[in-house]
């Protein structure tokens, strides 16, 4: 994925070190700093001999991000003063990260679902990689509706807190929502791709688990074009059709909890979703959520009812699932060595093509086991964690999952829109090279 014109390109450096010991990274900085002027342009260029000489092998690993408006006296002070006084193998601070001795293990990807989106969300990334025009130009052809999906995710600039509501409203419908959120991951995915950042296995949450199925290269582009906009209006469908299709709430409590609260009221709700140890997910009939929410209010257990079209994964959607069976039946699944872990089973995918068809095919009504399938993937051996997608989610979920054991959960949109994206991505580098995977960090030049 090649960068654009290097005017589209803000001014954000990365300044890598590594050395065999905090001993030595503390001369290695402060022979860096004393080569530099205050001009960008000197910084830029020792940051290319920085570069050089990186290596995230090194047992000691020491990452930076600064920009034009970056104190550099203060940054390095932050650092050295760090270096001599807090011992963790691994820290940040701000804009600065850290990693000793033990490298990290394997890197899985995790894609988000419905409700991550937001208006103008990657315009960053559209700016700057050149590829982003031509894959929003493929997602285009593929919604083929009076709203062009790039038109609804980047709509033009407006004044009003009212005119934004009603873009962020247009988003939010779901066969725009789930279309919008996977073509914006998918240009993530490029990005990181320059920076030879690939994950070993992949999951995704809810409809993410359709991006992790191309990321893991199970199936094509355009076929990830194709089923994101019929699983995205089959359930917008689902959502319209007469009578109840149901409603969603999210539910803060012990997840162990959760079913014997469901029983002890004899209510037709499910838990659809069990997100975290202390967040689930409930799907049934409107009627018996706004029943169910009643209740938890009166116990003082926090719970917020979802804006859905539909009680997602439950047999409230079956409208949804049964024709979009029929357009992964004619989706051809390919071979990959990337295991895609099941939201349904918390293990990956079976490799005959007729079973991950039948297991995909389920995926829409039953329930979202985000737990297990987190669990599973840490037991084999992955450890960072890297959402790659909008916001952060499911970042806050792994480390809820994982707490107290050793992990990384690290977002390429950690500001959620609110930072420049390359510099939401430029942290993410630094993040996954201080941990010690190996980064290709020569490619952040411009």
């Known amino acids: 994925m090649s960068a654009k014109s290097s005017n589209n390109w803000p001014h954000i450096e990365i300044l890598p070190f590594s050395a065999t010991n905090r001993a030595a990274m503390t001369d290695r900085l402060k022979s860096f700093f004393q080569s530099i002027s205050s001009d960008f342009e000197s910084i830029q260029k020792e940051s290319c001999l920085a570069k ?22 203060a940054i390095k002070k932050n650092a050295l003063y760090h270096l001599n006084n807090t011992p963790a193998i691994r820290w940040s601070e701000k804009n600065i990260y850290f990693g000793e001795n033990k490298k990290q293990g394997e890197i899985g990807f995790v894609f988000p679902g419905q409700g991550s989106q937001y208006v103008r969300m990657g315009i960053d990334l559209v700016r700057c990689f050149e590829e982003s025009e031509k894959i929003l130009k493929r997602a285009d ?36 929502a789930q279309p919008a959120i996977g073509v914006i991951s998918l240009l993530m995915l490029h990005a990181l791709s320059r920076f030879s950042v690939f994950p070993t296995a992949v999951c995704g949450h809810s409809y993410g688990e359709l991006t992790a199925l191309h990321a893991g290269g199970r199936i094509s582009r355009d076929d990830f074009f194709r089923l994101s906009v019929d699983r995205g209006r089959y359930m917008a469908k689902a959502g319209a ?43 049934g009939p409107t ?30 959607v079956e409208s949804a699932a049964r ?18 872990y099941s939201n349904t089973t918390g293990l990956p995918y079976p490799a005959d093509e007729e079973s991950a068809k039948e297991l995909f095919g389920r995926h829409l009504m039953n329930p979202v086991n985000f737990i297990d399938e987190i669990e599973t993937m840490y037991a084999d051996g992955m450890d960072t964690f890297v959402e790659v997608g909008p916001k952060t989610v499911l970042t806050g979920l792994i480390r809820s999952i994982l707490n107290g054991r050793d992990h990384e959960a690290i977002a390429i949109n ?21 941990a010690g995977h190996p980064v290709d960090l020569a490619e952040w030049q411009f």
């Open 52 to 73: 050089d000489s990186f290596s995230a092998a090194d047992p000691c690993r020491l990452l930076m991000v600064v920009d034009m408006e970056t104190d550099l006296e």
């Open 141 to 176: 052809a593929a919604f083929d509706q009076k709203n062009r999906l790039s038109a609804v995710i980047f709509p033009p600039p407006v004044e009003s807190k009212e005119e934004l509501k009603k873009q962020e409203k247009l988003l939010q419908q779901t066969d725009m």
């Open 241 to 283: 059709k007469q009578g109840d299709a149901g409603t969603m709430m999210a539910v803060k409590a012990p997840i162990g909890d959760i079913p014997k609260l469901i029983a002890d009221y004899g209510l037709d709700i499910i838990l659809a979703n069990r997100n975290s140890p202390d967040q689930g997910v409930l799907s």
């Open 287 to 316: 009627a018996d959520i706004e029943k169910m929410h009643t209740i938890l209010k009166e116990k003082h257990i926090r719970a917020i009812q979802l804006p859905v079209a539909a009680a997602f994964h439950s047999r409230l």
């Open 323 to 340: 024709p979009f069976q029929k357009s992964i039946q004619a989706t051809a699944f390919l071979s990959s060595d990337t295991p895609v």
């Open 414 to 434: 950690a500001s959620s829109g609110k930072k420049s994206g390359i510099r939401d991505l430029a942290d993410a580098l630094c993040q996954l090279s201080a």
